[in-house]
């Protein structure tokens, strides 16, 4: 099967070269969204059909199926998050012909006169937060972001970068980018953004002012607190090894199990801002507590539950690779047979014991669930009883 795949902008007189209006012109089934067509239609054979690009794709691709060339329309560059990629995952034999236009945020890039060869590019057009979020973290001089008209719109992506702190980047705004007649660029203080309707398709960039501060490691008096006591917050030493003995560089999936104020979480997710991290907490008040640190030190993302973990239904949550255990309440052995069954083959546990009953406890819960101990090392912070950090994989058949 063979795709001709043409991309266009929102300029609704489209100029194509002769090489694509001969495919125009004897072709007789087309393909793209509603408003593709709407801007294609006048161009298009008389006697030809329109295959509509709507959701579910699998009925698209099933229309597809029945032909053996089809010219489908696209926006911009089809490769640059766009359906060529889509025809390459759903029918990886099919042949593709490809005539690419400016993708939206070359074409903003244009107006506002910005090099964008060091861009980072980050699309939400009907994906989650997670890779604005790790932008963000990073801090990244340039943030070329693709919108969409539902969760992910200007407002709502700034409102949530105020609502974490990230008030140190200007915006540029472009709306129905390639129509003459109603085409618009504006550039915005972030603030004055928050609850205001831009024309769709839009897209932005985002220009940082000033850098925001990324410390490795995060004093723990500079976390809000359970209740004031100090003793009830990871030590910054103790953290920052337990979150080396994780090995997260190459990890994807954290559990937090016992969170408490958040602070390994955060930490975690400050030093790598592409882990998806579940924090588990059994107290109501952690919720709050984790919200308020993670607001503070610009962490957006970590997804927090709260209850007993031993009665939680973790069917559905994203497979651990690795998982720091900061409370456990008794029922280590508990934990431990629930994190052994859903954990990857390679996953990492990390354990802090701060006496020898809850050592023993975890050595014990470890070898009754086809753990072993890998490695301990003991930690002495001021006047604070000594730790050891202990770490478990499951045993290799």
Known sequence: ?????????????????????????????????????????PLLPESSSWINITIPLSAVF?????????????????????FANTIQREMADAEIVLYPFFNSLQL???????????????????????????????GYDKIGVLTDNKEHTPSAIIQRMLDYGYDNYKVSIGELLGNKEKEKVT?????????????????????????????????ENDFHLLNG???????MPIRLLSLSLLELRDKTVLWDIGFCTGSVSIEAKMQ???????????????????????????????????GDFTDM????????????????GGKMNEIMRKISTVINPEGVIVFNSVSVDSKEMFLQAIEKNNLQLEQCIAIKVDDFNTIEVMKAKKISE
Do not use: C
């Open 1 to 41: 099967m063979k795709f001709y795949v043409i991309g266009i902008d929102d300029n609704q007189s489209q100029y194509f070269n002769p090489e694509i209006l001969d495919i125009i012109n004897n072709h007789s089934v087309f393909s793209g969204g509603a408003r593709h067509y709407e801007i294609v239609k």
């Open 62 to 82: 099933e229309q597809y199926s029945k032909y053996k060339e089809i010219v489908v329309f696209a926006s911009g560059d089809p490769l640059f998050f766009g």
């Open 108 to 138: 903003l890039a244009h107006r506002l006169l910005i090099p964008y060869q060091d861009m980072h590019i980050v699309s939400l057009t009907g994906r989650a937060w997670d890779k604005l979020d790790e932008a963000l973290i990073l």
């Open 187 to 219: 550039t915005w203080e972030l603030k004055d953004v928050v609850d205001k309707k831009f024309s769709f398709p839009n897209n932005l960039i985002l220009k940082r002012t000033i850098s925001r501060y990324r410390p490795l490691g995060i004093p």
């Open 229 to 235: 006591r100090a003793k009830m917050i990871t030590k």
């Open 272 to 306: 790598f801002p592409h882990l998806k991290v579940l924090a588990f907490e059994k107290r109501e008040e952690g919720k709050e507590l984790i919200e308020r640190n993670s607001s503070k030190f610009g962490i957006p993302g970590i997804h927090s539950f709260i």
């Open 313 to 328: 239904d973790i069917t559905a949550l994203p497979t651990p690779d690795a998982v720091f255990i900061g409370g456990h």
